[in-house]
């Protein structure tokens, strides 16, 4: 892009000189006409810019984990002692 580095001097004088030819090359009657083909063709760069950036993102990006089960304490062991009979049962309060 350095064939374009002229366009950072452009004062306020160069600018109304510019368009002036502008004017003069293309006519009033196409100026709105080339503004309009010149503002869609900016839109769809713009959406092409977006698209080729998501897509590199969601190259990048690690997919997303699976869902972690969670983890399952181990079921108590039966106790060492023995159940009373019923005749021993301590009454209920």
Do not use: C, W, Y
Not at 39 to 60: W, Y
């Amino acid at each position: 892009m350095v064939f374009l580095g002229f366009f950072n001097n452009l004062g306020g004088m160069d600018g109304i000189i510019l368009l002036f030819l502008v004017l003069l090359l293309f006519g009033a009657k196409r100026l709105p006409e080339l503004a309009r083909s010149l503002g869609s063709a900016i839109n769809e760069f713009n959406k092409a810019k977006e698209d080729v950036h998501r897509q590199i993102t969601q190259a990048v990006e690690p997919p997303p984990a699976a869902p972690v089960n969670p983890v399952v304490p181990p079921q108590s062991e039966p106790s060492a002692q023995p159940p009373l009979p019923p005749q021993q049962q301590p009454p209920a309060a």
